[in-house]
């Protein structure tokens, strides 16, 4: 399974044209692996930034 290339490249623009409004899109899940990390353990934290990230590659890449 491949990335749509239409959403693949609306993506890229997004970033590129306003990469605020892409930080703060991500910071909420940037917030809780730092909070994870700091409070619970490593582990738990690189477990939930795995889970973060294929969660958005299945969102960029299922059929709607």
């Known amino acids: 399974m491949?990335?749509?290339?239409?959403?693949?490249?609306?993506?890229t623009d997004v970033v590129r044209q306003h990469p605020g409004m892409s930080l703060v899109a991500v910071s909420p899940g940037i917030v809780v692996f730092g909070l994870l990390w700091w409070l619970t353990n490593p582990?738990?934290?690189i477990v939930f930034g795995i889970v973060a990230v294929a969660?958005?590659?299945y969102l960029l890449t299922r059929r709607s």
């Open 43 to 45: 582990f738990l934290a």
């Open 2 to 11: 491949a990335v749509d290339p239409a959403k693949r490249q609306a993506v």
């Open 55 to 57: 969660g958005g590659y």
